[in-house]
């Protein structure tokens, strides 16, 4: 008679730090997935934690014809397990530690090295199975093309992606939306995502066009604080005004600290960099860069090779570029020396480039109305798009083109969209109270709590206790 305690399936006896990160990467790399991961047998992973993110992987899969592209995308299936009965909260928390430990290695397994551990075990597995099936199938006289099909799939592995991509139906929506999941970034203005559906979308250019003294600068301010609650790592390249200043107006949004007491010498900025750097070590808040660049002389692929340095000294990803702000930059070539409209065109659709392409991540930078157009947009309520007239350009090449327009009397900002590449426009936000003297265009959100796990925390409305409790 078989013990009861003994294991159907033997473990892979995986190291464990190796068995959490290829739970990671499985969960987080499509191609890994369809090269590998596919292949793991959940019953012989041996914790239990890396086992339900397995077993949330293989179900997305199912769904889609392709492993999770996102670490985001597996925490939201098992948000919906909770909700169900089918997982409690602890353990999602558990799954959610697994992911913050291999995003914070450094440096992070590659799949490659992975993939040349794992393939091996995974061949031996299922050769074994083939061979398996293979006396019986022999036994039994039956038909062997069920064996050859599992030696070819063993033989594959490692080798060929297995993704068979969306299928179109009501399965395949769904797992299109958890796949976007994280592509959007809050402007950490709750009025202003809602017109935006959401925020800035992953690899897009936004712009802010707003009069001289509007307020161009603080209002980059608030979006780069934003990003950085959310753990995203900024690099602020700043033609407008020095790069203290830049980090002083973070700090104070941050912090919900007056700039001026940031700014002075004494207990106000002490305790500010002693809580600034808490924040930091807890991993409470992404990273952020300012670096201060020559009007008129810098170029989009300065920027770019800056971004490229940061990467490499740090070794760390660099999600979104505050330009303060584009009208400062100048084209390369021989339209340096070309007119205004051409040169801004030029420059404005490298940088809409290079967001896409390389950073694909978030680009935010600002524009001013200037000559004629400019004294007509005094005297009207707000900004539009024939305000920019003298360069259509950046019109054109913006995804997103935001105007705002501050009321000195009453300290308020208003914005419109007044043009959207992708979904509605012409919609307006505001007037909403603004905070200068904090480095904010709107009320503050709350700095995110010390006992929220990094990853688990972007999970949106995850309820504190399970749908059995």
């Not at 294991?7 to 959490?20: C, I, L, Q, V």
């Not at 920027?303 to 000294?313: S, T």
Request: charged share 25%; hydrophobic share 40%.
């Amino acid at each position: 008679m078989a013990d009861p305690q003994k294991r159907k399936t033997d473990p892979y006896a995986f190291d464990p730090g190796f068995e959490r990160a290829i739970t990671a990467l499985a969960c987080s790399s499509a191609s890994f997935w369809g090269r590998g991961g596919h292949a793991v047998d959940t019953e012989a992973i041996e914790q239990p934690a890396c086992k339900l993110a397995f077993k949330a992987a293989q179900e997305i899969a199912k769904d889609t014809g392709s492993g999770p592209g996102s670490l985001l995308v597996v925490l939201q299936r098992l948000r919906r397990w909770m909700n169900q009965g089918k997982t409690k909260l602890e353990e999602i928390v558990a799954v959610s530690d697994i992911f913050d430990e291999f995003q914070d290695a450094n440096p992070q397994p590659e799949a490659e090295s992975l993939l040349t551990e794992l393939v091996p075990v995974l061949k031996r597995r299922a050769e074994s199975e083939a061979l398996k099936v293979g006396m019986d199938v022999y036994a039994k006289r039956g038909d062997m093309g069920k064996v050859i099909d599992l030696v070819s799939k063993a033989q594959r592995l490692g080798e060929q992606d297995v993704s068979l991509g969306y299928e179109f139906g009501a399965a395949g929506l769904d797992a299109a939306r958890e796949q976007n999941a994280g592509t959007t970034l809050s402007t950490g203005i709750y009025e202003l995502d809602g017109v935006l559906e959401g925020g800035l979308k992953r690899g897009e250019l936004g712009v802010v066009a707003m009069m001289s003294g509007g307020g161009k600068s603080m209002t980059l301010n608030h979006f780069a604080a934003s990003a950085m609650r959310r753990k995203h790592n900024v690099a602020v390249a700043t033609l407008e005004i020095d790069a203290g200043m830049w980090q002083n107006r973070l700090a104070a949004n941050i912090l919900h600290t007056p700039i001026n007491d940031i700014a002075a010498d004494g207990r106000p900025r002490d305790r500010a960099k002693r809580e600034i750097t808490a924040l930091q070590e807890d991993g409470r808040i992404g990273r952020a860069f300012v670096s201060y660049f020559t009007p008129g002389a810098t170029t989009v692929d300065d920027l770019r090779d800056w971004i490229r340095a940061l990467r490499q000294a740090h070794n760390i990803p660099i999600d979104v570029l505050i330009v303060d702000y584009a009208d400062e930059m100048t084209a390369v070539g021989k339209l340096a020396d070309a007119p205004g409209h051409e040169k801004m065109t030029s420059v404005y659709q490298r940088l809409r480039a290079f967001a896409k392409e390389e950073l694909k991540g978030w680009c935010w930078t600002a524009s001013q109305p200037k000559g004629h157009a400019s004294g007509n947009a005094k005297s009207r309520k707000r900004i539009d798009t024939d305000d920019l007239a003298d360069s259509m350009g950046k019109v054109r090449k913006a995804d997103v083109l935001l105007t705002a327009t501050f009321n000195d009397d009453t300290r308020e900002m208003t914005f419109f969209l007044a043009k959207r590449r992708s979904g509605r426009g012409r919609e307006t936000a505001g007037p909403l109270p603004t905070i200068f003297e904090m480095g904010a265009v709107a009320p503050l959100e709350q700095t995110p709590p010390k006992a929220a796990p990094k990853i688990l925390a972007a999970v949106s409305d995850l309820p504190t206790t399970s749908a059995q409790e």
